[in-house]
Every structure is written in structure tokens, then in C-alpha cells.
């Protein structure tokens, strides 16, 4: 059964109503959301059971210590911090973008979480700064995946006129761009298979519109090794954010939505899209809130699976570890 773990309260009242009616005949159109309050992203876990995650639309990242009824803020300003994960030194690396109302750092950054110093890896590519860094993995080496996507209206503050993906040493030397145009339209999630063998990314661009999951295969020095491989198509529907991997290589992608948002329908179902490394799909883990924007494992035994979903993050408990940098599981 998956569970809310934590939700942000945002002090609306709810009726307690549960007699159906009809909507009265005074309304021309529907109900629809005029603003985002919290933005949940980009869940991380550490050893010491907590879990840090990003609201991007309040520029902070929060965490949530083990046991704790509340979480608190850890780093605000954020530089509109998004994906986030740990590297193989217990650091906090941190994909700063510019969405959700701007003034986003747009470069990647590494934190330590007692000092809360943050230390730039990354912020431009040949002179010219990101869009609006999105979502990462690292490898066993320490190299930095990213991808850098832009998802807002105004587009007139981009320098690139790529939306790719890159890689770099934990150190920011070595910056190469790895998939650039005629590869991706518009880079999300990524994630690496348990062998480091594969890079699984989240191509999802609602006006052209594609909505697919790939996977490149790596060679030793962990470059793109040849063309990707279509593992799933969301089609019509909402389609995927963040992911992440067990250690049995299936691939955990948050997806779908339950409400309409432009340029997509409902056909997907709000929730966590398990695919195999062979592209099947195993099933969906159905969450009950919009939108589902990531995951991660976490607990002592890496079983614990931890979902970014609107306001709130929720859990559910696998039966297969996760694939995880760090911590190892106990």
C-alpha cells in the first residue's frame, strides 16, 4: 500500500460533504488550478533516514529528518534547486534550474549538507550559461550525468539553442555534452543501469509532442556508445519525470496525471511507471495526487521507495532494493 510519508500544508478547508451533486448551471468551464503553492522534486535519501527533497516553486530545499512530523528548510534560496542526489562522498549534488517563477541558478552545484557551502561543478557550456538544469546521476567514478531541458514560456533569456544532456568530473573538468539535437528533443529523468552499462533518460516535450522513455548504451569511459533504444512511449498522455533504477535494472519513472494539463490527456494514470530493461511494463504504482514529478530508494534496506507527488511525498516498500550510489544498504 503506498502512503503519504509527508505533505506540505497549505491551509485550505475541505468539506466533509459526501453527498454527489450535480455542478450548478451558473458555471462556464471547469475547475482549474490559477497557481502551484508548493512544487514538490528531486527526493533524496541519507544514511541517517532522512530524506531531503526540492519546492522548486518556493525556491528552497527541505528535509525531513527520521521521525519527524515536520519537515524543515535546509537551503533557501535554492538557486530553484530540482533533481538532487548523493554522490559517492556523501556531498549533496544539486541540479539548480530556472523554472517556477525564475531567479534559478542554472549551473550544478555540490553541497555540504553540515557546512550547507555549495561549491559550483558547472554552470556554463562553451561560454554560454544552462537553460534550466532538470535532473541527474552519478556514476561509481563520480562523473556528473545532467540534463538541461527548459520547460518555460519565456525563452528569450537562453543561451543554448540545445536542450541536452552532459556530462562532467566531480571536479567540473571534462564538461562534454553527450546527447544534443537530432538524440533528444527535451531531456528529464536519467538514471544509470546497475552496470553502468546503459543511460536510461526521460525525453519528454509536450508540444512536439514526444513522450518517451530511452536507453543509450555506455562504453568503459562511460560515453554514448550508439543509438538509443525506445523502451516505452507514453503516447498522448502525460509523460515521464524523474526516475530511478533497482537493483534488478527495472526502471521506476514518475508519470502520467489524472487531471488535464495543456497539450496532454488522462490516458495515463498519475503514478510510478515500472519498465523492465527490456522495455515491458511491469506496472504502475498509482499514486493518488498530481502531478508525480520523482523518486528514490531510501530506508536501511534500500526497499523503501520515496515519490515526489504535488504537496506531498509518499511511500510505498518494494521487494527489490535499490540501485544506490549511496548510501549502501545495511
Request: proline share 5%; charged share 25%.
Amino acid at each position: 500500500m503506498i502512503r503519504p510519508f509527508f505533505a506540505l500544508l497549505i491551509g485550505f478547508a475541505v468539506s466533509t460533504n459526501s453527498v454527489a451533486q450535480d455542478s450548478p448551471d451558473v458555471l462556464d468551464g471547469n475547475v482549474e488550478a490559477a497557481t502551484e503553492l508548493v512544487f514538490t522534486e528531486g527526493p533524496a535519501y541519507h544514511r541517517d533516514g532522512s530524506v531531503f527533497f526540492t519546492d522548486i516553486a518556493n525556491n528552497r530545499i527541505m528535509r525531513l529528518n527520521p521521525g519527524a512530523d515536520e519537515a524543515h528548510t535546509f537551503l533557501q534560496p535554492s538557486g530553484r534547486a530540482n533533481g538532487l542526489m548523493f554522490d559517492p562522498h556523501g556531498f549533496l549534488v544539486a541540479c539548480e534550474g530556472n523554472e517556477k517563477g525564475g531567479l534559478g541558478g542554472r549551473r550544478l552545484v555540490r553541497i555540504d549538507i553540515v557546512s550547507r557551502k555549495r561549491t559550483v561543478i558547472a554552470d556554463r557550456f562553451e561560454g554560454k550559461r544552462f537553460n534550466s538544469l532538470n535532473d541527474l546521476c552519478i556514476n561509481k567514478r563520480g562523473q556528473v550525468y545532467f540534463t538541461d531541458p527548459y520547460y518555460g514560456a519565456d525563452r528569450d533569456q537562453l543561451e543554448l539553442d540545445v536542450e541536452g544532456v552532459y556530462r562532467v568530473n566531480s571536479d567540473g573538468t571534462e564538461l562534454v555534452r553527450v546527447l544534443g539535437k537530432g538524440q533528444i528533443s527535451r531531456p528529464n529523468g536519467i538514471g544509470l543501469s546497475p552496470d553502468e552499462k546503459t543511460l536510461y533518460v526521460v525525453d519528454n516535450h509536450p508540444i512536439i509532442p514526444v513522450r518517451k522513455l530511452w536507453a543509450f548504451p555506455l562504453d568503459g569511459d562511460g560515453n554514448i556508445a550508439g543509438d538509443g533504444k525506445e523502451l516505452y512511449d507514453w503516447g498522448t498522455g502525460r509523460g515521464g519525470d524523474g526516475l530511478c533504477i533497482d537493483q534488478q535494472g527495472n526502471v521506476y519513472v514518475t508519470g502520467g496525471a489524472d487531471r488535464k494539463y495543456p497539450n496532454q490527456d488522462t490516458s495515463n494514470p498519475a503514478g510510478v511507471y515500472v519498465i523492465s530493461p527490456e522495455g515491458e511494463l511491469r506496472g504502475i504504482i498509482k499514486v493518488p495526487e498530481d502531478m508525480v514529478t520523482n523518486c528514490c530508494f531510501g530506508g536501511s534496506d534500500l526497499k523503501t521507495l520515496y515519490i515526489t507527488a504535488g504537496k506531498t511525498i509518499w511511500q510505498v516498500r518494494t521487494k527489490v532494493a535499490g540501485s544506490v550510489l549511496w548510501p549502501k544498504a545495511e
